[in-house]
Structures are given as structure tokens and as C-alpha cells.
């Protein structure tokens, strides 16, 4: 079975600062989806970046970048530029291959942007 | 982006009472969809995987004659939690998948049991 940990329950960052939160997991698959998740306050989840294990170039969505290192089966997020609007929970997720697959979430990590 | 509409984001009902909660997938076709229950400050906990036509597959520990998936089309699931009691209040989130392997998520629905 697959498992998600995030090391890190709670962090802070100053706002247009740059912060990484971590995620590590495990597993035998060799291919696989893996996710970061954030839930801000209202509750919604939102997909902020997506990266394919095949693929060696690391995933980037605008401030949101990500650090892939399959060996290691390290996943983090680094946030450029923080913002007081990405004050939120974040959740890695993994996800097998195939179609319709479930996720395996992460504990959390609790991100405050600090004004 | 796809969008999911989950209704209602909040309910209030008595001990005993039966509550639906409809997960709607509005610009896709969602084959798959998954139903969540998050506690307070923890992680979303899967309950049941529901593919359109056929039977949902539970989790571990997840009773389903308590909670009773229906998937009946390609844009529709509903979670009813049969005869709540107060154990049950929480938060339930469902998702749906589109054909990028991404879950979409509703908003959420806070179910209070007094």
C-alpha cells in the first residue's frame, strides 16, 4: 500500500517570501501521478500542481514549483512570492497509473502567509 | 477548469433523520467518483470509490448500509447517510475524475446531527 508524509504540520512565511513544504512517500509503483492540494479556509480543494512520474523535468505553475526526486520519493512544493491568499492547508497526494485510480492524501501541512 | 457542484454546503438534522448529498459534475463527464469525510484540522479520509452503473466499493470500516452511495449517470452521485446520529456529523467531500486523471472537488457539505 501507498503512503503520503508530510513532515511538517505547520509552517509560516512572510509574505513575497519563498517557502518549500515537503512530502515524501512510498511505494513500488514505478508509474504514478503525484499532487499538491490546497484547502484554504472556505474549505475547497484546489489543485495547485501536478506532476507525472515519467516525466523528469519538474512540474511549474506560475509561483508554484516543484522539486520531483524519484530515487528519493521526495515531492516538495516551493511557493515564490508568497501571498496572503495562499494562507491554507496543503495536501500532497499520490495516485496510482491507471484511469479513475483513488488518491492517497498526506497529512497536511498548515501554511500561514504572514503580512 | 472542470467544475463540481456539491449540495447542500450545509445541513442541520435529528438524530435519526436520513440526509442526501448530491455531488454534480457540471461541464464533464465524471466515470469515476469519490466520496471523502474530513475531521476537523486532519486529512481527507477516502470513504468509497462510485463508478457510474454499478455498485460503489467501500473502505474499510465504512459501513455501507450507513452511508449509501448511488452513481446512477455520468454527472451524478449522492451520499445519504442513513438514520445520523450525532458520530456522524462532519465534513464530506466529494470528487469527481475527468479524463486528465485529476480529481475535481465539490465544495463540501457540513452535515450537523443534533
Known amino acids: 500500500a501507498q503512503t503520503v508524509t508530510q513532515s511538517q504540520p505547520e509552517m509560516s512565511v512572510q509574505e513575497a517570501e519563498t517557502v518549500t513544504l515537503s512530502c515524501t512517500y512510498d511505494?513500488?509503483?514505478?508509474?504514478?501521478?503525484l499532487f499538491w492540494y490546497k484547502q484554504p479556509p472556505s474549505r475547497q480543494m484546489i489543485l495547485v500542481i501536478r506532476q507525472e512520474a515519467y516525466k523528469q523535468q519538474n512540474a511549474t505553475e506560475n509561483r508554484f514549483s516543484v522539486n520531483f526526486q524519484k530515487a528519493a520519493k521526495s515531492f516538495s512544493l516551493k511557493i515564490s512570492d508568497s501571498q496572503l491568499g495562499d494562507t491554507a492547508m496543503y495536501f500532497c497526494?499520490?495516485?496510482?497509473?491507471?484511469?479513475?485510480?483513488?488518491?492517497?492524501f498526506g497529512p497536511g501541512t498548515r501554511l500561514s502567509v504572514l503580512p | 477548469g472542470a467544475v463540481v457542484s456539491q449540495h447542500p454546503s450545509w445541513v442541520i438534522c435529528k438524530s435519526g433523520t436520513s440526509v442526501k448529498i448530491e455531488c454534480r459534475s457540471l461541464d464533464f463527464q465524471a466515470t469515476t467518483m469519490f466520496w471523502y469525510r474530513q475531521f476537523p484540522k486532519q486529512s481527507l479520509m477516502l470513504m468509497a470509490t462510485s463508478n457510474e452503473g454499478s455498485k460503489a466499493t467501500y473502505e474499510q470500516g465504512v459501513e455501507k448500509d450507513k452511508f449509501l452511495i448511488n452513481h446512477a449517470s455520468l454527472t451524478l452521485s449522492t451520499l445519504t447517510v442513513t438514520s445520523a446520529h450525532p458520530e456522524d456529523s462532519s465534513f464530506y467531500i466529494c470528487s469527481a475524475t475527468g479524463g486528465k486523471n485529476i480529481q475535481y472537488f465539490g465544495a463540501g457539505t457540513r452535515l450537523s446531527v443534533l
Open positions: 511505494t513500488s509503483e514505478n508509474n504514478y501521478y
Open positions: 497526494a499520490f495516485m496510482k497509473f491507471n484511469y479513475g485510480q483513488n488518491f492517497v
